[in-house]
């Protein structure tokens, strides 16, 4: 099982100092990838918690990557209608280029009507503009000539893709996953919830005659229980997840230090 952390882009922790620490300390205590989150216009309704603060996830991991070394970096999800196909393919291809192939692409259609209409983005057709995306980032890092509304161009830099898990819930997700995808995200299930639905997930590939693809889902650990901790991370191993990434609810650097500290039986050594 490999364990990530979720990096609160969001809120009064999302500063300059409190990402550096966070993100150098998860790097040292042997967590292996960082996941941000992807908000761009949340409405004062829906504020409670963040204050409506959210850093741009593509922003915040080119900017993690330059004060990091090693760690995966992860979107936990980028919601992909919000941008522009082109634009956001370069992001990741930059991001993978200077990061040194670390960048980790969960993408999903998004959910919340108030940012798609702040956006002046047709929620309805969420589904297709995903699928379209997709598949134009899987064109862009096959080969160096792209072509976009008619026009070829040289797709550079192109390191290699950034593995694609596809978030969201349902036969629609599934279907993305293994079509588009190298793995699955889903969120808000419980490792006996998610058991069948990842065996079907991967006796699809199976069937389509693809690798084993991985799956990710995130949760919290209780670290003031390492055993109930342990049980955790086991159930979702049993289940069938692949990474789990920890949502760490820090108050800030030094919190998160000892977070990292109590959790640091269920890490790699250093």
């Not at 950034?162 to 699955?184: C, Q």
Request: aromatic residues 8%; glycine residues 10%; hydrophobic residues 40%.
């Amino acid at each position: 099982m490999k364990i990530g952390m979720g990096l609160r882009n969001m809120g009064a922790v999302a500063d300059r100092s409190t990402l550096t620490r966070c993100a150098q300390a998860a790097e040292a205590a042997g967590v292996e990838s960082l996941w941000v989150f992807d908000h761009v216009a949340i409405p004062p309704e829906e504020s409670e918690g963040s204050g409506g603060l959210y850093l741009d996830p593509l922003a915040t991991l080119a900017y993690v990557a330059g004060c990091t070394n090693n760690i995966g970096l992860g979107t936990g999800v980028l919601v992909l209608p919000y941008r522009p196909a082109l634009l956001t393919a370069k992001w990741l291809a930059t991001i993978q280029q200077l990061s040194g192939d670390r960048l980790l692409l969960g993408a999903a259609p998004g959910w919340m009507a108030a940012e798609f209409k702040a956006l002046g983005v047709d929620r309805s057709q969420r589904g297709r503009i995903t699928d379209d995306t997709l598949a134009f980032i899987h064109a862009c890092f096959a080969d160096d000539v792209a072509t976009a509304n008619g026009q070829e161009f040289l797709f550079r830099p192109r390191p290699a893709r950034p593995p694609i898990y596809v978030g969201g819930d349902g036969s629609h997700a599934i279907r993305r996953a293994l079509e588009l995808g190298d793995g699955w995200i889903p969120i808000g299930k419980t490792p006996e919830e998610l058991a069948p639905l990842i065996s079907d997930y991967r006796a699809g590939a199976s069937d389509a005659g693809k690798p084993e693809p991985e799956v990710v889902t995130f949760s919290k650990l209780n670290t003031d229980d390492i055993a109930e901790a342990q049980a955790t991370v086991h159930a979702f191993t049993e289940a069938g997840v692949s990474r789990l990434v920890w949502i760490c609810p820090y108050e800030d650097a030094d919190h998160c230090q000892a977070q990292l500290d109590k959790l640091q039986p269920l890490l790699p050594d250093r």
